[in-house]
């Protein structure tokens, strides 16, 4: 077990399933501490419990609401002194055809790919440059998890391709706007993972995914934790810009 992120802290959202949850696990296991951010307060006490209270502490947070995503960036701070890295992981996918959208579905995954990673993000940037500048290893990181959807446009995507679109060309333009500050900014891009956002599509389009990927043997999420952990724990020197990362049998 790798130690390298020891002292360090961390700031990930949508810990409660899947990426974030692996994640916030990843970090932990390499020296981190962690605040684990989601809106499921039973999937937070759990996460906690698995890693430990001395290290991992929960902030019921819905990013989607500016104060939440701010408070949650307080609470690290206020709790352990500090902030080294953000992990941006929370995000919603809720596609099908446009004429049969609703309007709601399409502002949801704005609310949440978007504007939540823009709300911590903003709040996150000082104490970010602070840590870069004043910690032992001389370097923070902000890690947003988009989607090869961030890369390829497909018919029936049309919101949820613009919204990781969005989230890549963020992520290049803060990284080249906070390098110069030691604030490395990575964007990574998995194919299809086996975690809960495909089950929030309506019936016909599950229906639709589940034979798309039936021959597809998918990522798990510690294969993607994985990913992101070895952005962070990577020396200064080395700076992750972007990370495609697909299964195997994926196309």
């Not at 870069?132 to 018919?155: K, M």
């Amino acid at each position: 077990m790798s130690t390298g992120l020891a002292g360090t802290v961390a700031l990930v959202t949508g810990a409660t399933s899947g990426i974030g949850y692996a994640t916030a696990v990843a970090l932990a296991d390499r020296g981190a501490s962690v605040v684990a951010a989601g809106r499921r307060g039973d999937r937070l006490d759990e996460l906690v419990a698995r890693i430990g209270g001395t290290t991992c502490v929960a902030a019921r947070a819905d990013i989607t609401v500016r104060a939440d995503a701010e408070q949650a960036v307080s609470l690290a701070v206020d709790r352990f002194g500090r902030l080294d890295t953000v992990v941006n992981s929370a995000g919603v996918m809720l596609n099908g055809p446009s004429l049969e959208a609703d309007v709601e579905d399409w502002e949801a995954m704005v609310d949440l790919n978007l504007k939540g990673l823009m709300y911590v993000t903003k709040a996150s940037l000082p104490h970010l440059v602070a840590s870069a500048a004043e910690g032992p290893r001389g370097v923070a990181d902000i890690v947003n998890v988009s989607s090869i959807a961030g890369r390829f446009a497909n018919r029936n995507v049309a919101i949820y391709n613009a919204t990781k679109f969005g989230v890549t060309a963020a992520s290049e333009s803060w990284r080249q706007e906070f390098s110069p500050l030691g604030v490395r900014v990575s964007v990574v891009e998995p194919g299809v993972v086996d975690t809960e956002l495909f089950g929030h599509q309506r019936e016909s389009v599950q229906e639709h995914y589940d034979r798309l990927f039936a021959e597809v043997e998918r990522l798990h999420p510690g294969d993607v934790a994985d990913v992101i952990a070895y952005i962070i724990d990577a020396p200064r020197r080395v700076a992750v810009a972007e990370v495609v990362v697909r299964p195997t049998d994926q196309a």
